[in-house]
C-alpha cells in the first residue's frame, strides 16, 4: 500500500479521463476544437479579397465559392461558439492566466436556452 504521490497522480489521471472531467473534459475540447475553426476561418476571410475574386464565376473559382459559404456561416458559427461558451460557463480567469469552467448542471443548461 505504500503507492508514491506519482502513482497515485498517475491513477488520478486515469480516472479524471475515465470520467471525463478536468482536461479531459470532452465538452470543453469540444468547444476549444470550435474556437480554433473559428480562428482559422477568420484568418482565412481576413487574407480574401473579395475584389480580386468577384469577376470569376464561382464554377471557375472555387475558393471564392468556398469563401462566399463561410462568410455565409461566420455568423452561425460565432454565435454557436458563443452560447456553447456561455452553456458551459467558460470563463478567463486573469489571474490564473486560463480558462475557467464552471459547474454545469441539467438545471442551469435550461436556463441559457
Known amino acids: 500500500m505504500a503507492e508514491t504521490i506519482e502513482e497515485l497522480k498517475k491513477e488520478l489521471a486515469h480516472y479524471k479521463k475515465m470520467m471525463g472531467v478536468g482536461e479531459y473534459?470532452?465538452?470543453?475540447?469540444?468547444y476549444m476544437v470550435l474556437v480554433e475553426q473559428l480562428r482559422q476561418r477568420?484568418?482565412?476571410l481576413k487574407e480574401f479579397k473579395i475584389k480580386d475574386k468577384?469577376?470569376?464565376a464561382v464554377k471557375d473559382d472555387p475558393v471564392y465559392g468556398r469563401a462566399m459559404d463561410l462568410i455565409d456561416g461566420l455568423p452561425k458559427m460565432v454565435s454557436s461558439v458563443n452560447n456553447l461558451k456561455l452553456?458551459?460557463?467558460i470563463e478567463f480567469n486573469p489571474e490564473e492566466g486560463k480558462v475557467r469552467t464552471g459547474a454545469t448542471t441539467p438545471q442551469s443548461l435550461s436556463k441559457v436556452v
Request: aromatic fraction near 6%.
Open 42 to 44: 477568420n484568418e482565412f
Open 87 to 89: 452553456e458551459l460557463k
Open 25 to 30: 473534459d470532452p465538452a470543453t475540447n469540444g
Open 54 to 56: 468577384i469577376g470569376s
